[in-house]
Nanobody
């Protein structure tokens, strides 16, 4: 059964860093774009970043550009989100998900296009 598991969240001070991991089981990530999303209390889920199936295309929401980096290691069936210079407004539950179809070159950030959501990992940025 297709499953995604996120890890790496935690409590960090403003300006700190975290690296989130999204490990897939039950299927091979190689053919799928992956997205990272976040949801803060009282807010809608928003797309943070995406990466195409071969890693050649990435995209970021404006608020994290220059601070977050998405990458993937298909041999490990894992996608990462390196988050640097974290801000209090980055506090949220972070989720990864799989693009709805196996297609090359796609990098989308609308939650509606994704499936098989992980359980999420909490990121809290506070002094």
């Amino acid at each position: 059964q297709l499953q995604l598991v996120e890890s790496g969240g935690g409590l960090v001070q403003p300006g700190g860093s975290l690296r989130l991991s999204c490990v897939a089981s039950g299927f091979t990530l190689d053919y799928y774009a992956i997205g990272w999303f976040r949801q803060a209390p009282g807010k809608e889920r928003e797309g943070v970043s995406c990466i195409s199936s071969n890693g050649g295309r990435t995209n970021y929401v404006d608020s994290v550009k220059g601070r977050f980096t998405i990458s993937r290691d298909n041999a490990k069936n894992t996608v990462y989100l390196q988050m640097n210079n974290l801000k209090p407004e980055d506090t949220a539950v972070y989720y990864c998900a799989v693009y709805r179809t196996a297609v090359q070159g796609v990098c989308a950030m609308s939650p509606a296009f994704f499936r098989s959501w992980g359980q999420g990992t909490q990121v809290t940025v506070s002094s």
